[in-house]
T-cell receptor, first 118, second 111 residues
C-alpha cells in the first residue's frame, strides 16, 4: 500500500505571495493532519480534517487554511507569506473514527514539503 | 496543557553501544505514546507506540515501556548501528487526536 504523498517536495516563494501544498493520504485513511516543523519551534499542529470538515485547529493565524476533498486528499494554503513561514510542512494520515469513544489513531507521515520564503 | 519533554541532544555513541533516550510527559488522563524517527531530508516514521500503562512497544530492536507512575516512555536499544543515526521524537496523542511532540533528540552513531 502506498504511503502518504506530498507535493511539491520543495518550494521557494517570496514574501507576500501565497502557496498551496497538497497531501494524498494512505488509501482508506479518512483523516489528514498538518504539522509545521521549524528549528526554533519544533513540530507544531496546524489542523486536522475528517470527512471534509476541519475537526481541530492549532494556534496559527488565519493566513493558514486548509481543506479536504471527498477522496480524502487535502490541501493547505498559506496567504501573504512571511519569512517566518519557512518550514517543513508535514502531512499525516490516519484511519480515524467518526466519533464516539476515544480510540488511539496512529498517524503516518509523508515526506513533507520544504517551503522557503525569501 | 499536555506536554512532552525529551533529553537534550546530540547523543553520540559508538557502534554496538546501549542507547537510552529519556522522555517524560504531562497530560490529563492516560494518552497514547509514540516514538517517531526522522532521517535527514525525510518525514517522520513511526518507530513504536504504546496505548496503555505497562504496554511495551518494540520495533527494529528499539523498545519503550509506558510507565504511568513516572509518566515516562524512555526509548532503548541494546546495540546501536551507524544506520540508527537520526532524530528521535517522543509524542503523545491528546484527547482531540492531535500529536504533541517533544523537541527531538539527535543520535549520532560512530563506526
Amino acid at each position: 500500500k502506498a504511503g502518504v504523498t506530498q507535493t511539491p517536495r520543495y518550494l521557494i516563494k517570496t514574501r507576500g505571495q501565497q502557496v498551496t501544498l497538497s497531501c494524498s493520504p494512505i488509501s482508506g485513511h479518512r483523516s489528514v493532519s498538518w504539522y509545521q516543523q521549524t528549528p526554533g519551534q519544533g513540530l507544531q499542529f496546524l489542523f486536522e480534517y475528517f470527512s471534509e470538515t476541519q475537526r481541530n485547529k492549532g494556534n496559527f493565524p488565519g493566513r493558514f487554511s486548509g481543506r479536504q476533498f471527498s477522496n480524502s486528499r487535502s490541501e493547505m494554503n498559506v496567504s501573504t507569506l512571511e519569512l517566518g513561514d519557512s518550514a517543513l510542512y508535514l502531512c499525516a494520515s490516519s484511519l480515524a473514527t467518526s466519533g464516539g469513544a476515544f480510540v488511539t489513531d496512529t498517524q503516518y507521515f509523508g515526506p513533507g514539503t520544504r517551503l522557503t520564503v525569501l | 496543557g499536555d506536554s512532552v519533554t525529551q533529553m537534550e541532544g546530540p547523543v553520540t555513541l559508538s557502534e554496538e553501544a546501549f542507547l537510552t533516550i529519556n522522555c517524560t510527559y504531562t497530560a490529563t488522563g492516560y494518552p497514547s505514546l509514540f516514538w517517531y524517527v526522522q532521517y535527514p531530508g525525510e518525514g517522520l516514521q513511526l518507530l513504536l507506540k504504546a496505548t496503555k500503562a505497562d504496554d511495551k512497544g518494540s520495533n527494529k530492536g528499539f523498545e519503550a515501556t509506558y510507565r504511568k507512575e513516572t509518566t515516562s516512555f524512555h526509548l532503548e536499544k541494546g546495540s546501536v548501528q551507524v544506520s540508527d543515526s537520526a532524530v528521535y521524537f517522543c509524542a503523545l496523542m491528546d484527547s482531540s487526536y492531535k500529536l504533541i511532540f517533544g523537541s527531538g533528540t539527535r543520535l549520532l552513531v560512530r563506526p
